[in-house]
């Protein structure tokens, strides 16, 4: 899953592309940034500003957040109920699931693909979304081949964590604790589980793009070059397994629900705004809702860059960061090259 880049986008009324670059049709200023946390010394302004922008503001992580809240706290908290496995808890967190990823995956589709909401305005891509039967794809189309891996693979998979984390607290197996007895903590777990889902995803990534994995796991998900909504959990079950275990560090750290609700939508729910192909919702002439991730689009495009997101800079550490820029692309296709010249 990747997270929306670090600004809102910049106001563009025409809806032409932007001047940068000649391979996509819109894009934000260029060369992309990653978020404020690894700046050094640091910049306490520019990081409250992001922190405004992507969590104070509305946006799909401020909205993760307070589903995480709704869900931990008055919809389905852990009770004792859940000491025992039972079909009726166990079922009602999978229809939650289903209908939550339908609900923002659908919605978004509908909106962008459906009725054109919004036409080309902030779209990266230039090409549409493809509608095309192509023997590719399940069933023989694209949309069609995403929502089966994202609900009868990735929803099931994701349930199965959320049912095994809600079984370990309401036995109390987890360290726990609530608000009031640690609530330096209880604040500063929401972005330290973005910056380990950061690290893991990277991780994960590389090690899914080696060829023999990537053959068989990996490039069902990479079918989507360029992406729509659905195409975000659209993953083999192995690499659903794989993406999805971001949630076992909080076997090890002391935590509330309410951050395994949070990761758990950030990775599922996450990963249909973040492939949406658009930076934003756009309505009324205003950017109303910053969904885009920028970052991971160029990863679609480019293949081996960008394995990461834009919380942490760990591909400009280890050499595989695209930042948007055409030198960057010619960089990252001599190195595409070398690397499918040695297999």
Not at 159 to 169: D, I, N, P, Q, S
Not at 182 to 191: D, M, Q, Y
Request: contains cysteine.
């Amino acid at each position: 899953m990747t997270i929306a880049d670090t600004s809102p986008p910049p106001v563009d009324t025409k809806d032409e592309p932007a001047a940068m670059s000649r391979e996509w049709h819109w894009h934000p200023e260029l060369p992309i940034k990653y978020a404020p946390f690894a700046i050094w010394p640091p910049q306490p302004v520019v990081f409250m500003k992001w922190v405004w922008t992507n969590y104070l503001q509305v946006s799909d992580r401020s909205m993760f957040l307070a589903l995480a809240f709704f869900v931990a706290f008055w919809l389905q908290p852990v009770t004792n109920a859940q000491v025992v496995f039972s079909l009726d808890w166990m079922g009602m967190v999978l229809l939650r699931n289903l209908v939550l990823l339908s609900t923002v995956a659908g919605g978004l589709h509908f909106w962008f693909y459906g009725i054109d909401g919004q036409g080309k305005r902030l779209k990266f891509d230039p090409r549409p979304m493809s509608a095309r039967k192509n023997a590719l794809y399940k069933f023989g189309y694209q949309t069609w081949d995403n929502m089966f891996y994202s609900l009868v693979s990735g929803v099931p998979i994701v349930t199965a964590y959320e049912v095994g984390f809600r079984w370990l607290y309401a036995n109390d197996t987890l360290a726990t604790f609530s608000f009031s007895q640690g609530w330096l903590w209880f604040i500063l777990l929401f972005p330290l589980l973005a910056l380990w889902q950061s690290l893991h995803f990277y991780v994960i990534h590389r090690l899914v793009h080696w060829p023999p994995i990537y053959r068989h796991v990996h490039s069902v998900h990479h079918r989507n070059v360029n992406t729509g909504p659905w195409s975000g959990m659209s993953m083999h079950p192995v690499e659903h397994m794989l993406y999805i275990s971001a949630l076992l560090i909080l076997l090890i750290l002391p935590s509330h629900p309410v951050h395994m609700l949070f990761l758990t939508y950030w990775l599922m729910l996450g990963a249909a705004s973040s492939h949406s192909g658009y930076e934003a919702i756009w309505v009324k002439d205003k950017s109303r809702l910053l969904i885009g991730a920028f970052f991971h689009q160029l990863h679609h495009r480019y293949y081996e860059c960008n394995y990461g997101n834009s919380e942490m800079p760990w591909d400009k550490w280890f050499g595989s960061f695209h930042d948007g820029s055409e030198e960057a692309t010619k960089t990252t296709r001599d190195r595409k090259r070398k690397m499918h010249a040695k297999l």
